[in-house]
């Protein structure tokens, strides 16, 4: 949400009990007291004709009437009566306060929450799902507290960061943006000033961090603009001359995938393993291959195969060349 638009709401919701409060006030009145002007002031009375419950129907609806230069409010009274939680939503707010208090993030506001989810319970009545079992992927609290304080301050980091597609330790600056779990991983995303452009980090990936001096990160537009000239997506070090593999891991050596950012998983009755992943460096591939061809059931497209296998027929011959 940009800054005009939350400032917007913000007044809204104010303006709105301001006018029950001063029934018959002036326009003039109410632009000073909320600082607009009055042409400001006529488009968010339009805008309330649009604003009340969901359905949309006219009782649903906070109605504006205007008298000469009066302004009146009806139907918000009834309105602002709090909505019941249904079970689905009660549940769902109580799996993100569960999954927040198993982080390492909520350390300094665990009594908070217990008041939080002691209060929801009894909002959302007996419907509400109230056994439930969370387990959140493990994670270094110490990494996470400070990717954490990053967010909030919008501070910088060092990272020492090990990217998995060329087996290779990288030193990045990054501006944090967010905390997040993926598919039973913890990532966090983060304008890469290395890179220029945002990227979505692992955090068992991360290996040192430490806070630094940086400019601060673009705005959303202009990073969302910058980031799509270099990549088409979030996955590290994506970008549009990358391909797309699929390698299907035998099921005794499926535990090479592990470590592997791969896009999907897919696991078959027969226990294999298939991983489609963004290739960024065919190097990876080919060294992949070279070290596990025997766990590899199948590569597709099958080109990406004869690629690598052309590569390492070269590199052997090179080898050999220069040892006789």
């Known amino acids: 949400m940009s800054a005009d638009a939350a400032g917007r709401l913000t007044r809204l919701i104010s303006l709105v009990p301001w006018l029950v409060e001063h029934p018959g006030a002036s326009r003039a009145e109410t632009a000073a007291r909320f600082g607009i002007t009055e042409e400001q002031l006529e488009e968010d009375l339009n ?19 205007r008298d000469g230069d009066r302004i009146y409010v009806e139907n918000a009274q009834e309105l602002s009566v709090p909505a019941r939680l249904s079970a689905d ?17 909520a350390a300094e506001h665990l009594d ?39 967010v909030e301050r919008g ?18 600056i990054v501006s944090p943006q967010r905390l997040l779990v993926a598919d039973g991983t913890w990532y966090v995303d983060a304008w890469c000033h290395t890179s220029g452009g945002d990227r979505r980090f692992r955090l068992d990936a991360i290996h040192a961090l430490e806070p630094v001096r940086a400019p601060a990160a673009p ?9 799509a000239r ?27 995938a ?25 190097e990876w591939l080919h060294r992949f291959l070279l070290q596990h061809g025997d766990a590899v059931l199948e590569v597709s497209p099958p080109e990406a195969a004869a690629e690598a296998l052309r590569r390492i027929r070269s590199r052997r011959a090179g080898e050999e060349s ?3």
């Open 112 to 150: 908070a929450l217990d008041s939080a989810e002691e209060k929801l319970r009894v909002a959302a009545g007996e419907g509400a799902a109230t056994a439930l079992d969370l387990e959140l992927p493990p994670e270094d609290p110490a990494v996470q507290r400070a990717l954490a304080r990053a």
């Open 219 to 227: 705005a959303a537009p202009d990073r969302a603009d910058r980031s």
């Open 322 to 324: 220069s040892d006789g």
């Open 47 to 65: 805008l309330l004709f649009l604003s009340g419950r969901p359905g949309h129907m006219p009782d649903d609806l906070i109605d504006v009437i």
């Open 230 to 256: 270099r990549r088409t997506d979030l996955l590290p070090g994506a970008s549009r001359t990358s391909r797309r593999v699929r390698l299907r891991l035998a099921p005794e050596r499926a535990y090479l």
């Open 258 to 282: 592990e470590r592997i950012p791969a896009r999907t998983r897919e696991h078959a009755d027969d226990g294999s393993l298939t991983l489609e992943l963004t290739i960024v460096e065919p």
């Open 89 to 105: 939503e009660a549940s769902a707010l109580l799996v993100a306060l569960r999954a927040l208090r198993g982080s390492a993030l």
């Open 155 to 172: 501070e910088a980091l060092r990272i020492s960061y090990h990217v998995a597609a060329r087996d290779e330790m990288t030193e990045r």
